[in-house]
């Protein structure tokens, strides 16, 4: 069964704190996804990854930095977090093919609220 | 700009009755599109695709999406709602390329009134 697997479902950081969220997918896929969502905004790209220690900014990178060093590992990093960062974090991978295209798998989410 | 639009925020429909979410998208090419569910504390659920091939594709729990390449549009059906559908529904696109992300619209909530 194919997984991406966020380590933290629930967090409360306070402001300023440095916050690691951590994704872990198992299907040797090489693009990787981080997401927010916030109700009323859908799911809103923060950052993406197509390799290894490769790096894509989306819609939203702004406050948010991401690190894979290795390459079922996607790390997203708050650097200082602030209470405009309390959110929905979804992670998730894809892979493709001629046939069917992409397929994508999303994780669990991480509720973070920042206090 | 490139974007997916979910014209419709909130739609409440009777159950049994039919429904339709409307979904349109801005890109130049042919994007990949798709379908997401979402019930409330839950993750995303994919409910359909389009790739290639037949534009009106059928996916899970009963619901088909047609896509209109004259119209930018790839709208949602279901023939008669049942409560369980109540949930918010994302349409999301992949602009056609191979490792590129998924671009998503800001979804609309349905409600199933009995």
């Known amino acids: 069964d194919v997984k991406v697997t966020q380590s933290s479902r629930y967090l409360v950081k306070r402001t300023g704190e440095k916050v690691f969220l951590e994704c872990v997918q198992d299907?040797?896929?090489?693009?990787m996804f981080w997401y927010r969502q916030d109700p009323g905004l859908g799911l809103r790209l923060i950052y993406f990854?197509?390799?290894?220690?490769?790096?894509e900014k989306g819609d939203i990178p702004e406050g948010y930095s991401v690190s894979r060093e290795k390459k079922e590992r996607f790390s997203l990093i708050l650097e200082s977090a602030s209470t405009n960062q309390t959110s929905m974090y979804l992670c998730?991978?894809?892979?493709?093919?001629?046939?069917?295209?992409?397929?994508?798998?999303f994780g669990e989410g991480s509720w973070l609220t920042v206090v | 700009a490139q974007s997916v639009t979910q014209p419709d925020i909130h739609i409440t429909v009777s159950e049994g009755a039919s429904l339709e979410l409307r979904c349109n998208y801005s890109?130049?090419?042919?994007?990949?599109l798709f379908w997401y569910v979402q019930s409330p504390g839950q993750g995303l659920q994919l409910l359909l695709k389009?790739?290639?091939?037949?534009?009106l594709v059928q996916g899970i729990k009963g619901f088909e999406a047609e896509f209109k390449r004259s119209q930018s549009s790839f709208n949602l059906r279901k023939p008669s709602v049942h409560w369980s559908d109540a949930a918010e529904y994302f349409c999301?696109?992949?602009?056609?390329?191979?490792?590129?992300?998924?671009?998503f619209g800001k979804g609309t909530t349905l409600s199933v009134s009995s």
């Open positions: 998730a991978s894809s892979s493709f093919d001629g046939r069917s295209g992409n397929t994508i798998y």
């Open positions: 299907m040797d896929h090489e693009n």
């Open positions: 990854s197509y390799d290894v220690k490769m790096k």
């Open positions: 890109y130049g090419a042919t994007p990949y």
């Open positions: 389009y790739f290639s091939g037949d534009t």
């Open positions: 999301a696109v992949v602009p056609n390329q191979a490792g590129t992300a998924l671009i």
